[in-house]
């Protein structure tokens, strides 16, 4: 490994850390999200460029503070906020808390996270947001993994932002009764990181990665809220699946299904970590969608260690799963299973039961009923759906993984 | 901060307004809003308004007035009347928006009141 590139990707990830804890803190005191990150930006941009060379200073967060507070006072560039006041004094304020308490205790990020995933804000531009606010990622970069321009993505960053300002949208802790559901808004724009990345990159492969950032705000989650065990299943769940990750495709590119995947390229500290965090949240005994998808993760990436996949285990996972949260996808999910364990009849009739509307685009619908089609004999139900979900698949080389399937359904070897 | 609670009623629900089984009922549920958002001491302003079909719309189009009457004809929802209320946030508008009678047979729009310019 490149050691300049390991400090620079430390420097980054400690910038990247203290400047969102500062945004969150501000935000919260301006109840403002913009004006906290044009307080900070510049401060942050200086970081991210210096840290790698001059390594990360004692204190990083007090580091960003002083020289924002610095830029502000010269005033070059932020005219209009250098002559509010009451940002040159937020930013003392909060170098006199940082140095009278640890930045665990005034890490208001978690509140950063619920606003930014508050019903109020659009579900599209949630995401967006979090990755903007919290991660300090810029909106080109935001972009690319979206794929919109730099300008319209930056344009509904502004436009969230000043109506999280000017509507007035709270920064206190939601009340009791209102907070799972504010929590759940936070799992799914966090989720959506990483499979906004997975879409994009199924169609463009020169996309850049969300998922490393989606794992990473996961994590966050997990320490601000340590006592949720959605918020743990939720990390438990992308770092599983990010853990299989680049062995879904083959050294030439190709798509490489989960069954035929080199388990020598699985992530092994990964899973066990995940498996850890996964035990720590079953403790709570308060089950939860993320959890049980965590859960099933697991399971798959069992046979790392025992050389065998517990399908049993799986599909009862999944009828838990479907019996309380169901999804079209998990439900999709469930019928291959069944098919994996001989039980293609009810995968069938459970296909069957799924909304036609919902499913008419949806590709892995298509692929799963053309798998229990060929298990039950009918070949022509087999080739039809995969017809089917081949005009439906975006990415060239799921595609042409599609294509070979169908192929070999049309080969004496099918009838078997 | 002051938000505007703007109550919109589908064109069945209008109807209910004139419907003597249905009117007492109507007329039930917004008074018993009413007399608990001013009980709460948010109320800054306020007022229910005659129905759509006493509306005058008025365009100036080039120059030349065009007068209708009855609201935009491509409304599928009409304004039943507004409060400007003072809460501390968002979260609590919504909540008194949430309680209208309207939000489940038509909707409740809230948005913030513009401050005014700073005097200089």
């Known amino acids: 490994m490149n050691v300049a590139e390991d400090a620079a990707s430390t420097a980054a990830r400690v910038a990247r850390e203290a400047y969102g804890r500062l945004v969150a803190a501000l935000s ?5 999200v913009a004006a906290a990150e044009d307080a900070l930006g510049d401060a942050f941009a200086e970081a991210l460029a210096r840290w790698p060379e001059t390594g990360v200073p004692a204190s990083p967060e007090a580091w960003l503070l002083t020289v924002a507070k610095n830029q502000l006072r010269q005033g070059a560039r932020h005219r209009t906020m250098a002559s509010n006041p009451r940002v040159l004094g937020a930013l003392e304020q909060a170098l006199v808390e940082l140095s009278e308490q640890p930045s665990e205790k005034g890490d208001l990020r978690l509140r950063l996270l619920l606003v930014c995933a508050h019903p109020a804000i ?52 939601p009340e009791p009764a209102k907070r799972p559901g504010r929590m759940a808004a936070v799992y799914e724009a966090i989720y959506a990181a990483f499979a906004v990345d997975h879409d994009a990159s199924e169609v463009e492969p020169g996309v850049e990665s969300l998922a490393e950032e989606a794992v990473y705000l996961a994590r966050v989650l997990t320490e601000l809220a340590p006592n949720d065990p959605e918020a743990l299943g939720l990390y438990a769940l992308l770092r599983l699946s990010h853990a299989r990750r680049s062995a879904g495709t083959a050294l030439d590119g190709t798509f490489v299904p989960l069954a035929e995947q080199d388990l020598a390229r699985w992530d092994r500290t990964a899973i066990l970590d995940a498996n850890a965090v996964l035990l720590r949240a079953a403790a709570f005994r308060v089950p939860g969608p993320f959890q049980l998808e965590a859960a099933i993760q697991s399971a798959h990436c069992q046979r790392l260690f025992s050389g065998h996949t517990p399908w049993k285990a799986i599909e009862f996972l999944y009828a838990t799963l479907n019996a309380t949260w169901p999804t079209v996808a998990s439900a999709v999910a ?17 296909l069957a039961r799924v909304d036609a509307a919902r499913v008419a685009e949806y590709a892995p ?18 080739r039809d759906a995969m017809t089917k979900a081949i005009t439906l698949t975006r990415s060239p080389r799921l595609r042409n993984f599609l294509e070979a399937t169908a192929a070999e359904l049309c080969t004496p070897a099918a009838r078997r | 901060m002051e938000y505007m609670l703007i ?114």
């Open chain 1, 28 to 32: 919260v005191r301006f109840r403002d």
């Open chain 1, 122 to 173: 659009d579900e599209t531009v949630r995401t967006p947001l979090m990755l903007q606010a919290v991660l300090g990622l810029d909106a080109a970069r935001i972009a690319r993994a979206f794929l919109v321009t730099p300008a319209a993505m930056s344009q509904r960053l502004v436009r969230a932002k000043q109506k999280i300002r000017d509507a007035g949208i709270p920064f206190d802790e």
């Open chain 1, 334 to 350: 469930h019928a291959a299973v069944l098919v994996e364990i001989d039980r293609e009849r009810e995968a069938l009739a459970l």
């Open chain 1, 365 to 382: 619908y298509w692929v799963v009923v053309s798998h229990a089609c060929r298990r039950s004999g009918d070949l022509a139900g087999a």
């Open chain 2, 7 to 120: 109550h919109l009623e589908t064109t069945k629900e209008v109807a209910r307004k004139d419907d003597p089984k249905e009117a007492p009922a109507y007329w039930g549920a917004w008074e018993a809003y009413v007399k608990e958002l001013y009980a709460s001491g948010t109320v800054k302003s306020g007022n229910a308004l005659q129905p759509p079909h006493t509306a005058t719309t008025l365009r100036i189009e080039g120059g030349k007035r065009h007068v209708q009457d009855g609201p935009h004809p491509d409304a599928k929802e009409h304004l039943a009347g507004y409060f400007i209320i003072d809460v501390p946030d968002l979260d609590i508008a919504l909540q008194w928006a949430a309680k209208a009678p309207c939000v489940s047979r038509g909707s409740v729009e809230v948005r913030p009141v513009l401050p005014p310019p700073p005097q200089s």
